[in-house]
């Protein structure tokens, strides 16, 4: 079974902290991606990947930064975490655009809360 | 701008009975379009794919529907189950594009 796996479901930080959050495909998939998902807002998209150590900017990536180090390994950083960034936040990955049909694998999501 | 456009927002039907969720969109030149599935507090799934060609597609109870004409597509769930209640996610792929479209879903809610 195919799995994308957040490291973390659930996280309570505080202003101003530094989070780092994790996200790891097991399907040799090139792609990967961050998404933010607020109420009547739907899934907005921070950053992306095509290739280890290559990213690019997604349509909100203020406030934000990625790493790419493994292919299967992708992760969120917020460097000084603020309350509006408090949402849930969904990484997915897919296969390549020369092969498969552009399917989104994502993770379960993980809620951030910024106090 | 938001290039998907989904109706109805949300929709309360009860157990057994039909539903029908809407998605318009303005993405071109069409590649394909996704319904996804997200029940809550876990990460959508996709439920089938349309591409150009298609114009009905079934899994299961579930019965997608393409006009490329009008850029329409239509999810239709035929004797809703509990499980049902999910929010319906419309993703649009455009040809040499990188990036995808969303809707905001369609939040269905299944009652006994």
């Known amino acids: 079974d195919v799995k994308v796996t957040q490291s973390s479901r659930y996280l309570v930080k505080r202003t101003g902290e530094k989070v780092f959050l994790e996200c790891v495909q097991d399907?040799?998939?090139?792609?990967m991606f961050w998404y933010r998902q607020d109420p009547g807002l739907g899934l907005r998209l921070i950053y992306f990947?095509?290739?280890?150590?290559?990213?690019e900017k997604g349509d909100i990536p203020e406030g934000y930064s990625v790493s790419r180090e493994k292919k299967e390994r992708f992760s969120l950083i917020l460097e000084s975490a603020s309350t509006n960034q408090t949402s849930m936040y969904l990484c997915?990955?897919?296969?390549?655009?020369?092969?498969?049909?552009?399917?989104?694998?994502f993770g379960e999501g993980s809620r951030l809360t910024v106090l | 701008k938001n290039q998907v456009e989904q109706s109805p927002q949300s929709l309360i039907i009860l157990e057994g009975k039909n539903c029908t969720l809407q998605?318009?969109?303005?993405?071109?030149?069409?590649?394909?379009l996704r319904w996804y599935k997200q029940d809550t507090g876990r990460g959508p799934v996709s439920l089938t794919i349309?591409?150009?060609?298609?114009n009905t597609k079934s899994n299961g109870r579930y019965t997608a529907t393409l006009d490329a004409d009008t850029k329409q597509s239509s999810l239709h769930i035929t004797a809703s189950q509990l499980s049902d209640s999910a929010s319906y996610i419309c993703?649009?792929?455009?040809?040499?594009?990188?990036?995808?479209?969303f809707g905001k879903g369609n939040q269905v809610v299944v009652i006994p």
């Open positions: 997915a990955s897919s296969a390549s655009r020369g092969s498969g049909t552009g399917e989104l694998f």
């Open positions: 399907m040799d998939h090139e792609n």
């Open positions: 990947s095509y290739d280890v150590k290559m990213k």
């Open positions: 998605c318009n969109y303005t993405v071109s030149p069409f590649s394909n």
């Open positions: 349309m591409t150009f060609s298609e």
């Open positions: 993703v649009v792929s455009a040809i040499g594009y990188n990036r995808l479209a």
